[in-house]
């Protein structure tokens, strides 16, 4: 949007002061009914936000998700008052009823900004840090669908409000650093440069200069009055044009206007209170009743949010311009369907894997699944925190993504896990790309925290976890994960599988390609692991989360259940038993999320009656949920050694005549019983 930055005055007769006041008092008001909330960050970024609104940001609040707009992302999401009256003033989908509610059950506007709960909300956020890394991947995504389909169609910027304490946070400084790597232009953030957090001056705990450690990572940088409106138009305009991402550090006051509150932490996460209220009220002039917006000031907000509609309208006329195939290509990317060419390329590898049952690591069975299925999706777009090589994430046809070579379709993540899986929430956030990223699976503490936030926003993206149990070997116990799998399985609305042969590989990934509203998280061996499954066609069985490997005719004694590396070790189980004449199941189950979802008559035909075996490389965890309370587990007690694979399962008692040991005490207990 080009509009000057003394081009206020022309459009509206109502004062910046009086726009930024009815933000400022809208999150007051609400914060102080609610008793409950954060008033500091609104009242002293009303100014900068309300430049940003009325002169810059491209959007439409009648249409808030129309593809080429801004993004605005509230990093400081304790801040949150700010956008909710920001989103009522411009005329979205947040009623003054919902302002009265704040944080009340059943409201659009919770104590923290939740994507897919309040409309115009792009990100969630409440855990600092992870919205300036997660507008990194929106940024990223913005580059990657220009490159793609051209000005016309992808042309917008995302803008952030980030506070001392986003900064702060370890994350943020793998984001920085991967922006400006990728010297991606049109991110800017606004840094609310107040000097407190909750304990009180940031001094107690930090003296970093942060332009300079944002210079130092490729940005451009400048301060500003951040309540001087023409100052902050002017840095804003002057950074649009920057080939690097911007940094504006916007010198503002906590808590602006109440006179005993303001500058200082008690401003920071309680309501100012009755006299404090009406004392600000007075210092700024806003001689109003609660809730109260006068006409003249709510009509210019209402016109600011309905400016946008000639971008949008101008944009749609572009679009029908286009070529038949240049809309089809758009559309496709942004919604990410599974097209008819990856059913095809999935399908001849399935039947591949099942006619030749190669003998391989799962994560090696992966990569093929990569290279098979590469390009068949528009979407997807790859990466790995620096393990490329190890956790085989590269297909043969993706070029890397690079500053200025936005085409690609494989991501340099560098050793920043975290930063990784938030810049992956943004890609995902922003549309048109299914991301995958890979690491090791005892490295998903680094990155829980953004993957808690994907399940929390249902997002489809795809994290590839290889080396996952003592079977990687030698690095011992450091890089063993043995709590991992447990840790994982309890997020709420995540997928984690934990695949057992290459077929078993090839329908996780599908799997996880299916599933539009949750993340997925595919864990795979370092070891080869032979391939058991020979069914070339049929129904996806890794869909149901557990299934039968191995049913004995005429009942079963027992029932050996097991996940990835150790199906093998329980197929080999069942087969010491049957030279004893016991009759042994072998359930592989490589997503217990999706076996709870399961028919109760399908889970129950599964399981079984006979007593059941665990079997897996893991602590316990919650596996009494399926072996029962007086199933036996063979596993892990505590953490892994250095030594080869082999070693390791004979050592810690993971082995075939283990299980079958289990085996026979859960039989015995189960007749005394």
Not at 80 to 105: E, N, P
Not at 424 to 434: Q, R
Not at 516 to 545: H, I, K, M, W, Y
Request: proline share 5%.
């Amino acid at each position: 949007m080009n509009i000057s930055v003394h081009a206020e005055a022309d459009l509206y007769a109502v004062a910046h002061s009086d726009l930024a006041n009815a933000v400022r008092f809208l999150a007051v008001d609400a914060i102080e009914i609610s008793q409950s909330g954060h008033p500091g960050l609104p009242m002293g970024m009303a100014d900068v936000a309300t430049v940003l609104f009325s002169r810059f940001l491209k959007f439409d609040s009648a249409h808030p998700n129309w593809p080429d707009r801004d993004r605005f992302v509230l990093s400081a999401g304790h801040g949150s008052m700010l956008l909710y009256a920001l989103l009522h003033l411009t005329g979205g989908d947040v009623s003054l009823d919902d302002i009265k509610a704040f944080r009340q059950w059943g409201s659009k506007t919770p104590g923290h900004p939740e994507h897919g709960h309040t409309p115009g909300v792009e990100t969630t956020t409440g855990p600092l840090g992870q919205g300036i890394a997660t507008a990194v991947g929106m940024a990223l995504a913005e580059r990657m669908a220009n490159a793609r389909h051209g000005d016309g169609l992808v042309d917008h910027f995302t803008y952030v409000i980030a506070g001392d304490g986003c900064l702060m946070e370890g994350i943020s400084q793998e984001a920085i650093s991967l922006a400006g790597h990728l010297g991606l232009g049109r991110l800017i953030v606004l840094f609310d440069d107040n000097g407190i957090s909750i304990d009180g001056p940031t001094s107690l705990a930090t003296s970093d200069d942060q332009l300079a450690r944002f210079a130092a990572s490729g940005w451009s940088v400048r301060r500003v009055d951040g309540h001087d409106p023409e100052a902050v138009a002017q840095a804003i305009a002057e950074e649009r044009g920057s080939a690097k991402p911007s940094l504006i550090a916007c010198r503002t006051i906590i808590g602006y206007g109440a006179p005993d509150r303001q500058g200082t932490e008690k401003a920071h996460g309680a309501p100012l209170g009755t006299e404090q209220t009406a004392a600000a009220r007075r210092a700024l002039g806003w001689d109003y009743q609660p809730f109260v917006v006068p006409v003249t000031i709510m009509k210019t907000w209402r016109m600011i949010g309905q400016r946008g509609q000639v971008d949008r309208l101008a944009w749609l006329d572009r679009y029908e311009d286009a070529t038949p195939g240049q809309r089809d290509l758009f559309v496709e990317g942004k919604a990410v369907a599974l097209p008819e060419a990856y059913v095809l390329a999935a399908s001849k590898l399935r039947e591949r894997f099942a006619t030749e049952r190669p003998k391989l690591a799962t994560r090696q069975a992966s990569q093929q699944v990569l290279d098979g299925i590469a390009g068949t999706i528009p979407g997807l777009v790859g990466g790995s925190a620096d393990l490329t090589h190890s956790n085989l994430t590269h297909a043969k046809a993706q070029t890397p993504v690079k500053r200025d070579a936005f085409a690609g379709d494989y991501i340099h993540y560098g050793i920043r896990e975290h930063g990784m899986a938030a810049a992956m929430n943004g890609l995902a956030l922003h549309g048109g790309f299914i991301p995958y990223g890979g690491t090791f699976l005892a490295f998903s503490d680094y990155s829980r925290p953004a993957i808690r936030l994907a399940s929390l926003m249902r997002l489809r993206v795809i994290h590839v976890m290889t080396h996952d149990s003592i079977g990687l070997g030698e690095d011992g116990p450091t890089h063993q994960p043995v709590e991992h799998l447990a840790a994982l399985r309890v997020i709420p609305n995540l997928l984690v599988f934990r695949p057992a042969d290459a077929v078993e590989t090839l329908e996780a990934w599908d799997c996880a390609f299916e599933a539009e509203d949750r993340p997925s998280v595919l864990c795979l061996s370092r070891q080869a692991l032979p391939t058991f499954r020979s069914d070339a066609r049929g129904r996806n069985r890794v869909a149901r989360g557990a299934y039968l490997v191995v049913s004995p005719e005429g009942g079963r004694d027992v029932t050996l259940m097991a996940t990835g590396s150790e199906v093998s070790i329980a197929l080999e189980a069942a087969r010491l038993l049957a030279t004893e004449h016991v009759r042994a199941a072998v359930v592989s189950a490589p997503c217990f999320a999706l076996f709870e979802e399961q028919p109760e008559d399908y889970r129950a035909c599964v399981l079984g009656t006979a007593p059941r075996v665990g079997v897996e490389a893991a602590i316990v965890g919650d596996w009494h949920r399926w072996i029962g309370a007086d199933g036996e587990f063979v596993g892990m007690r505590g953490f892994g050694a250095s030594a080869p694979a082999p070693v390791l399962y004979r050592e810690f008692g993971i082995t075939p005549q283990s299980v079958a040991e289990a085996a026979r005490r859960a039989i015995a207990r189960a007749r005394k019983q």
